[in-house]
């Protein structure tokens, strides 16, 4: 492997300036939702030359245009094959160090509205040598993860556990043959630690009622030999703590014992757990801190003493001289809690501890170390140097917490609480809805029972020709005023209603006496039999039946009052004159409930 010329460290730099920007707290356990920052696809600070692919559909839709937030090409990056059903296609980020991945965004292509295509999963492989890929999986074991549901918009995931990478391949999926096209961003922070792995034995199964309670090491990404885990980083370094009662875990759904990893005593003198730490480069040991826990009921305690060995190579010896570090007699508070270990600044890549035991179990949530970097990173071959910059020389900032921003990092929202919260406004939202269409749907039942109860008798729509030019008023004699109808004629001209459009026909003389008429006949008089006005027969007439239209109160428009379609009947006008045939009438209007 080549070594390249290397700049000042990043967090050499940060220490110097005596800021806080990474996902290192000061107490040194890592802060997750602090490191949540752009690595670069959307700003360009990962280079070109950091994107490759498996394939490309054409040159507009290579690697480099898969950043997210941006349409340069045609959009994005796009496989040349399917990715159905051989998941095989990938879109691969090198980051050119050792970076904490806690987020991943992703986005279709959209090209100005032209795109329509996306992924609606992916999965995820990231390495930290870029020879070693390694799958990732939740803390449920699953590997896929949900995508985009339409090409434009980002959806941002979590990674939980986060993986320790160098590069990442993202591989989209899709549940039938489909084109899809790739978006990407991808948050995080320096994995400053410069931890690359660290070596112990298994975690083992402590028998307790009801459940037992698993204490494996679930998210180890290394090897596993006989009883020792090798070459990988697990739940001792990613970030979670566990709680002051092992046997419940901070997430939900995930078996007792889940946040540690614990090891029961073994036999012989001086029993001990042996953990193994290999870093990147040279690096000065301040301080190492464990999180314990120490239930001393279910027999968990801290251990009594450490002892610890250094070496500056894999080929060299350890360094004859350990630092020691002695707790000084038992710890009686039963809280979980950080045990910092001094290391008095030793210089080494590799460092080896030994716990002894104080109680019958010892339960490890988390492992880190405060140091200084030394000598930079064998194993950052042909990364840094080579892309010029430092991918993250630009000064992240922090974001707003919640702030969906894509491109920028996104402060690390509690998800869980937030999802409640919006399931209760939608809640309280549709509770209202159905509250108004309650009040509106009743109204307006009260509307058409009001009406329906206003039901006229037959006698009250038997109702007779007018002269046409006459407007004539039928009270349905409504509430109080109940009695038979009383017809009005209004003479032409002081009608209300008139039909402004229609030429008003010529009048017969109309009698005075018609004007007010109390006790109307039954059966019309003759000179209410002038024929209806003919463009009364073009529309076909319509009988309305049974509903509220039907009850024609009052059909009566200006000069063509009660000028229904059909046939005049007969010209022989007389009193014995048969009442209108009610199928007759058509409901033209309603004029109003009064006079
Ligand atoms: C750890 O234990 C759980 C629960 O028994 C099991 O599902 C899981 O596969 C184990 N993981 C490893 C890495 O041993």
Request: glycine residues 12%; contains cysteine.
């Amino acid at each position: 492997a080549t070594m390249g010329v290397l700049p000042l460290p990043l967090p050499l730099l940060l220490l110097a300036a005596g800021t806080q920007v990474s996902g290192l707290q000061l107490d040194g356990h890592l802060d997750l939702g602090r490191c949540r920052f752009a690595l670069g696809m959307e700003d360009g600070s990962i280079p070109d030359s950091r994107l490759s692919a498996s394939s490309a559909w054409s040159d507009s839709t290579a690697a480099r245009h898969g950043r997210l937030g941006r349409s340069d090409g045609d959009g994005a990056w796009c496989p040349a094959g399917p990715v159905f059903p051989e998941e095989e296609e990938f879109l691969e980020v090198d980051l050119g160090r050792l970076y904490l991945v806690t987020l991943v965004g992703t986005q279709g292509r959209h090209a100005g509205g032209h795109g329509r295509e996306f992924a609606r999963a992916y999965r995820l492989r990231y390495s930290r040598d870029r020879h070693r890929w390694l799958r990732w999986r939740d803390r449920w074991g699953a590997e896929v993860i949900g995508g985009n549901e339409d090409p434009e918009g980002v959806v941002l995931k979590d990674l939980a556990p986060p993986p320790v990478a160098r590069a990442l391949r993202v591989y989209p999926r899709a549940p039938r043959a489909m084109s899809v096209c790739l978006r990407l961003e991808l948050y995080g922070c320096p994995w400053d630690a410069g931890l690359l792995s660290y070596t112990a034995p298994r975690g083992q199964v402590m028998a307790l009622d009801p459940a037992p309670v698993v204490l494996n090491d679930s998210t180890y990404d290394g090897y596993s030999v006989g009883p020792l885990q090798f070459g990988g980083l697990g739940q001792l370094t990613d970030g979670v703590l566990g709680l002051d009662d092992f046997m419940r875990s901070r997430e939900r759904r995930l078996w007792p014992g889940y946040d540690y990893v614990g090891w029961r005593r073994p036999p012989g003198p001086r029993p001990h757990v042996e953990l193994e730490f290999e870093f990147e480069g040279l690096r000065a040991f301040r301080a190492m801190q464990v999180h314990c826990n120490n239930m001393h009921t279910r027999g968990v305690s801290i251990f009594g003493e450490v002892e610890c060995r250094f070496k500056r190579s894999l080929a060299t010896a350890w360094e004859p001289t350990p630092v020691t570090h002695s707790l000084g007699g038992a710890v009686k508070d039963p809280s979980a809690r950080s045990v910092t270990v001094p290391l008095g600044g030793r210089q080494a890549r590799f460092i080896q501890c030994h716990f002894f035991f104080t109680g019958e179990w010892m339960l490890f949530s988390e492992v880190t170390f405060l140091s200084d970097v030394v000598e930079e990173a064998v194993g950052a071959s042909g990364g840094w140097g080579h892309g010029g910059t430092l991918p993250t020389t630009a000064p992240p900032t922090m974001a707003a917490p919640g702030e969906p921003k894509p491109g920028q990092p996104v402060a690390k929202a509690d998800h869980s609480h937030t999802s409640i919260l919006i399931g209760c406004l939608v809640a309280i939202i549709l509770l209202l809805l159905g509250v108004i269409f309650l009040i509106l749907w009743r109204q307006y039942w009260k509307k058409i029972l009001g009406k329906a109860q206003r039901r006229p008798s037959e006698d009250e729509l038997r109702v007779q020709l007018s002269v046409p030019g006459d407007t004539i008023v039928i009270n349905n004699a409504t509430g109080a005023t109940r009695g038979p109808p009383r017809y009005e004629r209004i003479p032409p001209g002081q009608g209300e209603y008139q039909e402004p459009t229609r030429p008003r026909p010529s009048l017969p003389p109309r009698s005075p006496a018609l004007l007010r008429k109390p006790h109307p006949p039954l059966h019309p008089s003759p000179s209410c039999f002038s024929p209806a006005p003919t463009d009364h027969d073009t529309p076909p007439p319509t009988e309305p039946e049974g509903g509220a239209g039907a009850y024609a109160e009052a059909d009566v428009t200006g000069g063509s009052a009660y000028a229904v379609a059909g046939p005049a009947p007969g010209p022989a006008p007389g009193p014995a004159l048969p009442a209108f045939p009610r199928r007759r009438l058509r409901f033209r209007e309603k004029l109003g409930e009064g006079q």
